[in-house]
């Protein structure tokens, strides 16, 4: 991301904390001297149940489900959290131009049903 769409997300020293032990890498590009702050996360995160699986097999299987951060965006990988009111629109045009990159849209703050706080 920071390579394509000349941005300069840093890993914070703070992961999201969600529940009781679970991180979720957290990103910040924050230069006061250009109004850009903006925060990057997954959406998506695992939780193992450490129980592991029994069954009539040779082997046993931990059972693993994958979450979302904002359920109401569960097809969503990643948000771009903006905290400024630093332009995006070439942000976005830029982002929409990567090959890896599926979609990328806007959703503000009033569509979503989850809160955007976490504790950090």
């Given at each position: 991301m920071n390579k394509y769409c000349f941005t300069n997300f840093l890993r914070?020293?703070?992961?999201?904390?969600?529940?009781?032990?679970?991180?979720?890498?957290?990103?910040?590009?924050?230069?006061?001297?250009?109004?850009?702050?903006?925060?990057?996360?997954?959406?998506?995160?695992?939780?193992?149940?450490?129980?592991?699986?029994?069954?009539?097999?040779?082997?046993?299987?931990?059972?693993?489900?994958?979450?979302?951060?904002?359920?109401s965006h569960k097809e969503v990988d990643f948000f771009i959290k903006q905290n400024c009111y630093f332009s995006t629109s070439n942000l976005i045009e830029k982002m929409s131009t990567i090959k890896n990159i599926s979609l990328v849209y806007r959703v503000q703050n009033n569509e979503l049903s989850e809160n955007f706080n976490f504790d950090l």
């Amino acid at each position: 991301m920071n390579k394509y769409c000349f941005t300069n997300f840093l890993r914070s020293r703070n992961d999201l904390k969600v529940e009781q032990d679970i991180n979720i890498p957290h990103y910040q590009w924050d230069n006061q001297e250009k109004g850009i702050d903006f925060e990057l996360f997954n959406n998506k995160y695992y939780v193992r149940d450490d129980q592991p699986e029994q069954s009539n097999s040779l082997f046993s299987f931990t059972n693993s489900k994958e979450l979302s951060l904002i359920e109401s965006h569960k097809e969503v990988d990643f948000f771009i959290k903006q905290n400024c009111y630093f332009s995006t629109s070439n942000l976005i045009e830029k982002m929409s131009t990567i090959k890896n990159i599926s979609l990328v849209y806007r959703v503000q703050n009033n569509e979503l049903s989850e809160n955007f706080n976490f504790d950090l």
